[in-house]
């Protein structure tokens, strides 16, 4: 079972993109998600994450601009990601909280560049 990432792409510094997670419907309800980042070499790290409460934590460094959400209709979970700087380029992933190995999918790359 794993969790779909999709939505990555280039955008200019500055620039949004929105970051989708399909998370499995035996998993949605129980636990809470995150999206996590990683760049060559280092480990992945939680960037945001929401709860089944909807309550939700971020990083300094994303907070005021990446907004997550959950559609717990469409069993979906969401990275608007505004005012995009070059540090944030990353492979993205969605993950549990915390993380599971058979969960990791294959990310969606995001690149912040002029």
């Known amino acids: 079972v794993q969790l779909v990432e999709s939505g990555g792409g280039l955008v200019q510094p500055g620039g949004s993109l929105r970051l989708s997670c399909a998370v499995p419907?035996?998993?949605?309800?129980?636990?809470?998600v995150g999206w996590y980042r990683q760049t060559p070499g280092k480990e992945h790290e939680l960037v945001a994450a929401?709860?089944?409460?909807?309550?939700?934590t971020y990083i300094d460094s994303v907070k005021g601009r990446f907004t997550i959400s959950r559609d717990d209709a469409k069993n979906m979970v969401y990275l608007q990601m505004n005012s995009l700087k070059p540090e944030d380029a990353a492979v993205y992933y969605c993950?549990?909280?915390?993380?599971?190995?058979?969960?990791w999918g294959q990310g969606t790359q995001v690149t912040v560049s002029s």
């Open positions: 993950n549990v909280i915390p993380p599971l190995s058979p969960y």
């Open positions: 419907d035996s998993i949605f309800s129980i636990y809470s």
């Open positions: 929401i709860a089944t409460d909807d309550y939700t």
